[in-house]
Each structure stands twice: as C-alpha cells, then as structure tokens.
C-alpha cells in the first residue's frame, strides 16, 4: 500500500512538474514573440528564457508554429482550458434570455480575450506573407473564431428577431471583433478597453437587433 501511495506521489509530482514547465514554455514564447515576432524569436532563446533545452520544447510543441498556435489559444481561453463554448461566461451568455444583456455581457468578455489574444493574431498575419505554414494557422484562427461567433449568433436568434439573416449576422459580428480592427483601435488610436468594450457594445446593438437602429 505505502509503496503505491509512493508511485502515485511521483507519477502525480511528474504530472505537475510537466505542466508547470509547459507553461513556463508558453510564457516565455510569448514575450519573445510580441518582442521580437515569429522570425526573430527563435526557438533556442524560447528554451533560454523558459530554462530549459530546445529538446524539451521541440518533444512538447514539435516546431515554432504549434507553439504560437499555443500561446494563441491560451491567450484567448484565458484561465479556464476548456473550448470558449464550454467556459462559465459564453455559456451564460447563452442561458441569457435578454438580447441586449447577451450582447453586453459578450462584449465584456471578448474585450477581454482580444486584449490577450489580438496581438499575437497580428504577429500570424505579419509572417503568414512569408510562412505558408502561418497563412494556413491564420485562416485556421479566423475560421474557428467564426465557430465560435456562431454560437452567440444563434443564442441571439433563440431571444428574438435579428436585422440580419443569421449568415450575415455572423459574417458582421466576424467582421466588427475582428483582431485586426481591435488592434486599430486600442493601439493604433490608444483606445481603453472601457471604450471599445462601449463603442462594441453601441455598434453591435444597432446591426444585430431588430428596432435598433438610430
């Protein structure tokens, strides 16, 4: 008995230590990648600033552009690591049965994840001119964002009418959260969260929901 208590303590202890350093890995990639982009963040100074081997990320992320597609996700999933759809806010969001406490609700989270996320997006466009391995990650990203729009769209649907066909509703809400257009915002134009999370929440209210436009 005392001899298995043992084998588990280790098993769970390897367990934690392996988590504890895939997140140092991802910590680490993504300082460097905001600092110095895809191409000047390479993997060995990833592996010096988590400390440890290029071995151990190469054998956790298998090459640079799984790691980015890591730290993206992360960065939009934020604390909690299940899919955005299962998380405690989108799906509240869903319960919700008031379509303009939906969309404010949706635009206080996604503020949130485009803030983490948005900046890495970009740094994808950037290299995808040049990486063909990065073009396919960054239609892969617009594409699963477009996923996961969907849901709202169709939680918005379940409360009352839309000024859109639910197809378009989605391709404007793509559109309007669009990274790209966060970052034009926030830090091209220095806007606050406060700001664009209002300036969202006006916008959306008045192309989505019926009997909202000024």
Do not use: C
């Not at 988590?50 to 939009?76: D, H, M, Q």
């Not at 969309?103 to 900046?119: G, H, K, Q, S, V």
């Amino acid at each position: 008995m005392q001899r298995d208590v043992k084998r588990h303590y280790r098993a769970d202890r390897r367990t934690e230590q392996a988590a504890q350093t895939r997140e140092r890995v991802l910590d680490a990639a993504a300082t460097l990648f905001d600092q110095r982009g895809f191409d000047g963040a390479s993997v060995a100074a990833i592996a010096d600033e988590a400390g440890v081997s290029e071995e151990t990320v190469y054998a956790r992320f298998r090459n640079k552009r799984t790691l980015l597609g890591e730290v993206i996700r992360r960065a939009v999933r934020g604390d909690d690591p299940k899919p955005v759809p299962e998380q405690s806010q989108p799906r509240a969001i869903a319960a919700a049965t008031d379509q303009h406490e939906q969309l404010r609700m949706f635009t206080a989270d996604i503020a949130a994840r485009l803030e983490r996320a948005a900046p890495l997006v970009g740094i994808v466009a950037g290299a995808s001119r040049s990486e063909p391995e990065l073009a396919e990650l960054l239609t892969e990203l617009h594409a699963h964002r477009r996923r996961n729009l969907r849901v709202l769209i169709d939680a918005l649907a379940a409360n009352g009418p839309l000024r859109l066909s639910r197809n378009d509703a989605v391709e404007t809400l793509w559109a309007i959260t669009s990274p790209e257009l966060h970052q034009l915002l926030v830090r091209t134009r220095r806007w606050t969260r406060r700001r664009y999370r209002d300036w969202l929440l006006d916008t959306l209210t008045a192309l989505l929901l019926e009997g909202s436009a000024g």
